[in-house]
């Protein structure tokens, strides 16, 4: 019991700290959470997501396309699972280690989250410089690098509900895997 109640306590504490960052946020133009999708580093909207699962179980789901991995519980609710890697053209992310769920908020996507390849944190943009001279392809808003460094990773900051879209569409057009 004691466990149950250190991982309720924590989830708590993450919750009341995402929200704390958003409120904070209100006045900014922008702050995101950074997670890798598959090899590549991406920018998510704090205001879209509703906290971070560690420990998952995913149910894979016969005959669905390769962007949709499963469902999970997330606290007693079944959630639909998405890997938007093989929707940026790369292999599905792997269930290693380091993967994590990240639950979007329900006015974005109801009981959805996304499969990251590892959550790398909180991105403030005064910590980061735009890049300019990139011109972004579709469902990426901006790329960001973190510093100075040519050699430093360049982050898209994506435009989630095109990224959604495109999942949602996959379904119907796409052959189904088993």
Same mark, same amino acid.
């Given at each position: 019991m004691a466990k149950r109640t250190d991982i309720r306590r924590?989830? =708590? &504490? *993450? #919750?009341q700290k995402l929200a704390a960052a958003q409120?904070?946020?209100e006045g900014i133009a922008a702050r995101w959470l950074g997670v890798m999708v598959g #090899?590549?580093? +991406? !920018? *998510?909207?704090l205001s879209? &997501? #509703?906290g971070v699962i560690h =420990?998952?179980? *995913?149910?894979? +789901?016969?005959f669905s396309p390769p962007h949709f991995r499963g469902v999970t519980n997330v606290r007693g609710e079944l959630h639909d699972v998405l890997d938007l890697a093989p929707l940026f &053209?790369?292999? =599905?992310?792997? *269930?290693s280690g380091t993967a994590r769920l990240v639950v979007l908020q329900s006015a974005i996507a109801p009981r959805t989250a996304l499969l990251a390849a590892r959550v790398v944190g909180l991105r403030r943009p005064e910590a980061m410089r735009p890049l300019d001279h990139s011109t972004p392809k579709e469902g +990426? +808003? #901006?790329?960001?690098q973190e510093s100075e460094d040519p050699n430093a990773p360049v982050w898209q900051e994506i435009d989630l509900p095109f990224w959604l879209r495109q999942a949602a569409q996959a379904f119907t057009s796409e052959p !189904?895997? =088993?």
């Amino acid at each position: 019991m004691a466990k149950r109640t250190d991982i309720r306590r924590f989830q =708590e &504490t *993450l #919750a009341q700290k995402l929200a704390a960052a958003q409120h904070q946020s209100e006045g900014i133009a922008a702050r995101w959470l950074g997670v890798m999708v598959g #090899a590549q580093p +991406v !920018l *998510l909207p704090l205001s879209a &997501t #509703a906290g971070v699962i560690h =420990e998952f179980t *995913l149910t894979h +789901v016969p005959f669905s396309p390769p962007h949709f991995r499963g469902v999970t519980n997330v606290r007693g609710e079944l959630h639909d699972v998405l890997d938007l890697a093989p929707l940026f &053209t790369q292999t =599905e992310t792997p *269930l290693s280690g380091t993967a994590r769920l990240v639950v979007l908020q329900s006015a974005i996507a109801p009981r959805t989250a996304l499969l990251a390849a590892r959550v790398v944190g909180l991105r403030r943009p005064e910590a980061m410089r735009p890049l300019d001279h990139s011109t972004p392809k579709e469902g +990426v +808003v #901006a790329m960001w690098q973190e510093s100075e460094d040519p050699n430093a990773p360049v982050w898209q900051e994506i435009d989630l509900p095109f990224w959604l879209r495109q999942a949602a569409q996959a379904f119907t057009s796409e052959p !189904l895997h =088993e």
